[in-house]
């Protein structure tokens, strides 16, 4: 079985400030890592994801994710935050071992980045 | 604009009522994802078609079902709709149905059940 925790519903950040959006997971196998953000009104967007390779992963607007398997943790980041940064955050993961295929969401942090 | 369009955008209906949910997936991509988020559950995955057929099944209930048509378009339809089903239904696209797929979300239809 697959699942992911976002332990936190908030997150409060000054503008400028670096930012993390914390995530862990579980899975069987090797885990597929996934983030997408959530602007207001709008669909989930793809943001990075890891699957093999480098523990730290690049992706849009800036933001990045450090792959920890010891940890099993995969938490988002930004070394200087922006107020557009204003979102609902998504973690995702998928086992690779099989069975199912669908990615299982967590249930989202709200980021909140104040002038 | 994702290329994944959902119609309609809002939608104020009764309970006991059906409705339907269209979604196009993004140009090339087979397969389609219904997810249901509310305040209380968060994004619960629904259903998944590939290429017109049914890949995977989630916590869809009896009193919903989907489809995929020929031209990979979608429909999820909910019946003897109860207030608990107000919520916003996202379809999302990908390439593919398996591996490590990137998803590709429409704006969401906002069902509301009075």
């Known amino acids: 079985a697959q699942s992911v925790a976002q332990p936190e519903d908030q997150v409060n950040v000054a503008e400028g400030n670096p930012l993390t959006v914390k995530c862990t997971y579980s899975v069987s196998g090797n885990p597929y890592l996934f983030w997408y953000v959530q602007y207001p009104n709008r669909g989930l967007q793809f943001l990075l994801k890891y699957i093999t390779g480098d523990n730290l992963v690049k992706g849009s607007y800036g933001f990045e994710a450090e792959f920890n398997k010891s940890q099993t943790s995969f938490h988002l980041k930004k070394p200087s935050a922006l107020v557009s940064d204003s979102a609902l955050y998504f973690c995702a993961v998928r086992d690779d071992s099989g069975g199912s295929y669908i990615p299982t969401f967590g249930r989202g942090t709200s980021l909140i980045v104040h002038p | 604009d994702s290329g994944v369009t959902q119609t309609p955008k809002h939608l104020i209906t009764a309970t006991g009522q059906r409705v339907t949910l269209r979604c196009s997936p993004r140009s090339g991509d087979l397969s389609v994802y219904w997810y249901q988020q509310s305040l209380d559950q968060g994004l619960q995955f629904l259903i998944q078609?590939?290429?017109?057929?049914?890949?995977a099944k989630g916590n869809i209930l009896e009193r919903f079902s989907a489809q995929q048509f020929p031209d990979l378009h979608s429909e999820l339809n909910l019946s003897s709709l109860e207030l608990g089903d107000s919520a916003l239904y996202f379809c999302?696209?990908?390439?593919?149905?398996?591996?490590?797929?990137?998803?590709?979300f429409g704006a969401g239809s906002r069902l509301t059940v009075l």
């Open positions: 999302a696209s990908s390439v593919r149905g398996v591996g490590a797929n990137v998803l590709t």
């Open positions: 078609y590939y290429n017109g057929e049914e890949r």
